[in-house]
C-alpha cells in the first residue's frame, strides 16, 4: 500500500488567495487606494493566453484592479520599452509584468531591466535578485516562491534537511536555492552538466525538480520518504492524446516518496497567488508599509 501524500495546490492557492484578499481589504481600508496590476502581452502565443486569462481573472476576484497592454507580433522594442516606462511613473499601477516569452526580435533582458525593481511583480529585476541572494527584503519570482510556501507549510524549519533542485534556471532553480537557503537547508544544485545526478538526488530530503523535460526523474533517483516538489509542465503526446506531465516520473515516484506535487494541480495554481501577494506587497512598500509575514497567509 503506498502512503504517499499528493499535496492539493489548487486547494492551498485558493486558501492564500482568500487571505490576500482580506488583507487587500485592510490595506485598501487603510489606504484609501486599490493595488493594481498591469500585465503586458505581446502576440499570440496559446498558452500564454491562457495564463494571462486566469491572472486578469484571479486578480479581480482578490479585489485588485487589473489593467492588461494586449501588443502585436511585430511591436519594436523601443515601443515596448516606451509603455514598460509609461507603466513605472503611473501611480495606479503597482505592479508590472511583461509575459514571457517575447517575440525574437526584443531583448527581454532589456524589457525586464527597464521595469521599475519596486514594481517588479515577477521578481526578474537584477535589484531584486541581488537583495534576495543577500537575504534583504524583495520581490521573488513567483514560481519558487510558491514553492517555498509550500514547503514551509510542511516543515516549519529545514535545519538539517538536504534539499535538492534540478535546474539551474533564473527563473526558478537559481532563486529557490536562495530561498531554501534562508530556511536553513542543505542546498545542492544539478544541471546538465552535473555527474551522478542519480546518486545527489538520492541523497534528497526535498527534490525540486525545475528543468524542463519530462518524466526526467525516474523512480530510483528517489529517497525512501522523499518530499517532491515537480515545478515541470510539459506537454506529451499519449495514446494518441495531449497530456500534461512533469519532470517527475509522478507514477514512480509516488511508490518511494512521502509528499509529490501533481501535474498539473500542484506548483502552478501556486504561482499565480503568488504574484498577488507580491502585487499587494508591492503596494505596501510603495506607501510605507511593512511587507506581509508569510505566516499570515498560510
Same mark, same amino acid.
Given at each position: 500500500?503506498?502512503?504517499?501524500?499528493?499535496?492539493?495546490?489548487?486547494?492551498?492557492?485558493?486558501?492564500?488567495?482568500?487571505?490576500?484578499?482580506?488583507?487587500?481589504?485592510?490595506?485598501?481600508?487603510?489606504?484609501?487606494?486599490?493595488?493594481?496590476?498591469?500585465?503586458?502581452?505581446?502576440?499570440?502565443?496559446?498558452?500564454?493566453?491562457?495564463?494571462?486569462?486566469?491572472?486578469?481573472?484571479?486578480?479581480?476576484?482578490?479585489?485588485?484592479?487589473?489593467?492588461?497592454?494586449?501588443?502585436?507580433?511585430?511591436?519594436?522594442?523601443?515601443?515596448?520599452?516606451?509603455?514598460?516606462?509609461?507603466?513605472?511613473?503611473?501611480?495606479?499601477?503597482?505592479?508590472?509584468?511583461?509575459?514571457?516569452?517575447?517575440?525574437?526580435? /526584443? &531583448?527581454?533582458?532589456?524589457?525586464?531591466? =527597464?521595469?521599475?525593481?519596486?514594481? $517588479? *511583480? @515577477?521578481?526578474?529585476? +537584477?535589484?531584486?535578485?541581488?537583495?534576495?541572494?543577500?537575504?534583504?527584503?524583495?520581490?521573488?519570482?513567483?514560481?519558487?516562491?510558491?514553492?517555498?510556501?509550500?514547503?514551509?507549510?510542511?516543515?516549519?524549519?529545514?535545519?538539517?534537511?538536504?534539499?535538492?533542485?534540478?535546474?539551474?534556471?533564473?527563473?526558478?532553480?537559481?532563486?529557490?536555492?536562495?530561498?531554501?537557503?534562508?530556511?536553513?537547508?542543505?542546498?545542492?544544485?544539478?544541471?546538465?552538466?552535473?555527474?551522478?545526478?542519480?546518486?545527489?538526488?538520492?541523497?534528497?530530503?526535498?527534490?525540486?525538480?525545475?528543468?524542463?523535460?519530462?518524466?526526467?526523474?525516474?523512480?530510483?533517483?528517489?529517497?525512501?520518504?522523499?518530499?517532491?516538489?515537480?515545478?515541470? /509542465? &510539459?506537454?506529451?503526446?499519449?495514446?494518441? =492524446?495531449?497530456?500534461?506531465?512533469? $519532470? *517527475? @516520473?509522478?507514477?514512480? +515516484?509516488?511508490?518511494?516518496?512521502?509528499?509529490?506535487?501533481?501535474?498539473?494541480?500542484?506548483?502552478?495554481?501556486?504561482?499565480?497567488?503568488?504574484?498577488?501577494?507580491?502585487?499587494?506587497?508591492?503596494?505596501?512598500?510603495?506607501?510605507?508599509?511593512?511587507?506581509?509575514?508569510?505566516?499570515?497567509?498560510?
Amino acid at each position: 500500500m503506498n502512503d504517499c501524500i499528493v499535496l492539493d495546490g489548487k486547494k492551498f492557492a485558493s486558501e492564500i488567495r482568500s487571505k490576500i484578499k482580506d488583507l487587500g481589504k485592510q490595506f485598501i481600508e487603510e489606504t484609501g487606494f486599490t493595488p493594481g496590476l498591469a500585465v503586458v502581452v505581446v502576440g499570440d502565443h496559446p498558452a500564454s493566453k491562457v495564463y494571462v486569462r486566469n491572472k486578469i481573472k484571479q486578480t479581480e476576484e482578490v479585489g485588485f484592479n487589473s489593467i492588461e497592454h494586449k501588443l502585436p507580433t511585430n511591436v519594436s522594442e523601443k515601443d515596448l520599452l516606451s509603455i514598460v516606462d509609461h507603466l513605472n511613473h503611473n501611480k495606479k499601477v503597482n505592479g508590472i509584468l511583461v509575459q514571457l516569452p517575447l517575440p525574437e526580435h /526584443i &531583448n527581454s533582458d532589456v524589457i525586464l531591466d =527597464k521595469i521599475d525593481p519596486s514594481k $517588479d *511583480v @515577477d521578481g526578474f529585476h +537584477a535589484t531584486n535578485v541581488g537583495k534576495l541572494w543577500s537575504g534583504l527584503n524583495s520581490l521573488v519570482p513567483c514560481t519558487p516562491l510558491g514553492c517555498s510556501l509550500m514547503i514551509k507549510k510542511l516543515y516549519s524549519d529545514l535545519s538539517g534537511k538536504k534539499a535538492v533542485i534540478v535546474g539551474r534556471s533564473n527563473i526558478v532553480g537559481k532563486p529557490m536555492a536562495a530561498l531554501l537557503i534562508k530556511m536553513n537547508a542543505t542546498v545542492t544544485i544539478v544541471h546538465s552538466r552535473t555527474k551522478n545526478i542519480e546518486e545527489i538526488c538520492k541523497s534528497a530530503d526535498i527534490l525540486i525538480a525545475a528543468v524542463g523535460v519530462p518524466n526526467m526523474v525516474k523512480g530510483t533517483w528517489i529517497k525512501k520518504g522523499c518530499v517532491i516538489i515537480d515545478v515541470g /509542465i &510539459n506537454r506529451i503526446e499519449k495514446d494518441g =492524446k495531449n497530456i500534461l506531465v512533469g $519532470d *517527475v @516520473d509522478f507514477n514512480e +515516484a509516488i511508490k518511494s516518496s512521502s509528499m509529490i506535487t501533481p501535474v498539473p494541480g500542484g506548483v502552478g495554481p501556486m504561482t499565480i497567488a503568488c504574484l498577488l501577494l507580491n502585487t499587494l506587497n508591492a503596494s505596501r512598500a510603495q506607501y510605507n508599509l511593512n511587507e506581509i509575514d508569510l505566516s499570515s497567509v498560510l
